[in-house]
């Protein structure tokens, strides 16, 4: 059922395979190798390296990055030590396409636990939770989808590093793979592997430069020959055409028991050997039939039987492959002490099917077991004890001789009509192996042809894409500039934007929008109704799709932010260069102190326009800015009459010039501002009695830039006092008067005023009783 999902749904295919895929990857993993690079293998790239070089570098499976950009780091540094060192040029490669992008980015999330405080410092630029790689080492490294094991290698590398890329491999992929890593490298170049890999069978195309780590010189006497298969239509040509293809050598269980099956029926000692006669098991004491010649070393059958056998067991094995039957060479000799011993040998095809009986359902195989079968013993010839014994014995001995002579003669007839019929095959296939030659050697020269053609228009290309290259750079420097321009408008700003596509995923943030959202920089691609909003705004979704139907700006008042933070929301359509609306923009702009602010000037508004005084706003120079409904009614000019005209219209003519000087003195700074009584006009021409105080108003350097004057109407007050002198005055009259003796003291008991009656009844005038203690003049015995 859920490969039929899987057909039905490429999407889900595309899951599953990035689900198998592994990335497990960080900066500088396993230190000590990259110690063992930086000390030993650097060094040997470098020393014959000049300014003009480029070191190439290939890191197949490069996860997101960060062995590269760790490689990139340690060349950078070594590189700095040495003058005039070469460029470098990493291709950093993998299958998974999302990796690659996010290793484009160079931009990681901390901590960076295998980057030391200096490296990090120097190689890195710190984003909030995230380390940007430096530019200088991002523009060493290109990232591209590739596969090491399908895809064409790079070539003339100076190093490869593949870590941790073969231990998921089978043994075929990783020989593959080794032999594609000698490819690519030039010679002297280093492999560098992982902890748990190694060459395998491949050995002799590298010297170990340092076996713990895993790191490897390529040779400089291999082949260096990209493993790739014969064409189709040369397989099977014959044996040596047939080479090119390799072919796995272990064998299958169900070979493993079909081979025990037949060992049941035979004698002890075989060999298993595939289609180029190279041994691939050994069963029982061989030794007495093979052993190693002088020479290179070698596993090849024919090269490791005794002489004597080498002639029948290569006729055998070859007719038992080519009837796909077992065939039997009786006895040869072969020569052991003072005997000579006949070794049968027994030559049976191993096949790959269980149900072997049935010939006809079996497929052709290329694997023989060759068995060796010792007969009885023929003794050598010893001298006779008696002259008869020693006739009779000749005689015997001789027959024998002469029988096994005919046996060898009929084994050696045998074998030359063998070989002459495999010659007669072999030169028919060598004919038709030559016409299959001549046929490809002259595509092969239509195709060099082609290929110089093609060789002239790269070169072409090539010199056309350095001039796009040199304008690409170019640009991409002024977009480099004009994105930092615009990073750092949007941080000195310090106001919030988003941004979000037509479906409400986010693509992209300044930083201060975390006061709003709980957004993260992973959190690119998401729905922002997924992302939990620090500040109420439901009315998000329909907002977006206002401005995106109507192209219209949208403005709100959002409160309820972080610290009751209130913000003015401005969201507007996002325009591409080519004028297509791809999203919208959102703004935050945090208004809270603006609000105060008006709050405030609303409350003073208030205060001001219900304030019973006059309140006049008005310039250095006295030119009125503000006038007061207080003011209106206290001098009967209207706001607008008022505005802009001069203070001097309030005072009277005979007043008007030292008045407003010293208004405007007050307001300068001149003099200490002082409330001054007098009286202004009205607009009538009547008077009105008032209380003026002005003082300066300043800017937010201290500068004075006008003056604000009270004025109270103080008509009522001087009326009371004009009471108030009256009551004082017949109080007066009623104690000079008086019959009785009136006086007034202080608190301490002091005379402050005494009548004419109080003098007489004291015998002491009021200059003399003025001051004196009330005490002084009672008896003693009414003092209390």
Known sequence: DYIDH???NPLELENLFRELLIGVTEFFRDPEAFDVLQEQAIPLLLADKSAADILRVWVPACATGEEAYSIAIALAEAIAQHRGGPKVQIFATDIDDRAINLARAGRFRGPLPGVSPERLERWFIQDGDYYVVVKPIREMVVFSPHSAIKDPPFSRLDLVSCRNLLIYLNAELQEHLIRTF?????????????PSESLGRNTSLFSVLDKKHRLYVRRSDGRG?????????????DSTVRSLVTRSTSPEDAIERNARRALEKHAPAYVIIDANHDVLRFFGDTGRY???????????????????????ARTAVQQALGRQ??????????????????????????FEQEDSNNRDERRATTLCLLIFKELAAVPQNHAAETPAANRKSGARGESARIQEMELELATTREQLHTAIDELETANEE???????????????????????TSKEEMQSINEELQTVNVELNSKNEALGRLNSDLQNLLESTQIATLFLDSSLHVSGFTPAISDLFHLREGDHGRPITEITARIPYPQLKADVKQVLRTLAMVERVLHGGVDGAVYLLRMRPYRTTDNVIDGVVLTFIDITERQQHEYERGRLAAIVESSQDAIIGHTADGAITFWNSAAERMFGYTTARAIGKSLGMLLPPFEAQNDLKT???????????????????????????????SSPVLDQSGAVVGGSTIVRDISDRKRAARRLQESERRLADIVEQATVGVAQTDLEGHLEMVNPR?????GRSSEDLRGMRIQSITHVDDVV
């Open 325 to 350: 039957a077992t065939v039997v060479q009786e006895g040869q000799l072969i020569g052991r002490g003072n005997e000579r011993i006949p070794v049968r040998q027994i030559a049976e095809p191993i």
């Open 6 to 8: 899987l057909k039905q």
């Open 758 to 762: 109080f003098c007489e009844i004291v």
């Open 225 to 237: 020959a990209l493993p790739i298969a014969a064409p189709k239509r040369l397989v099977g040509v």
């Open 663 to 693: 208004l405007l003195a007050a307001v300068a700074g001149e003099v200490s501002p002082e409330e001054m009584t007098t009286t202004w006009l009205r607009q009538d021409g009547s008077e009105v009695p008032v209380s003026v105080r």
């Open 182 to 194: 000698h490819y690519a490298l030039r010679a002297g170049g280093v492999l560098m592997l992982g």
């Open 290 to 312: 093979l052993g190693p010649s002088s020479g290179t070393a070698s596993l090849n059958l024919f090269a490791l039987l005794h002489k004597g056998l080498r002639g029948p």
């Open 430 to 452: 060598m004919k038709s192996a030559n016409e299959e030659y001549q046929s490809v050697n002259e595509e092969l020269q239509s195709s060099n042809e082609e290929l110089e």
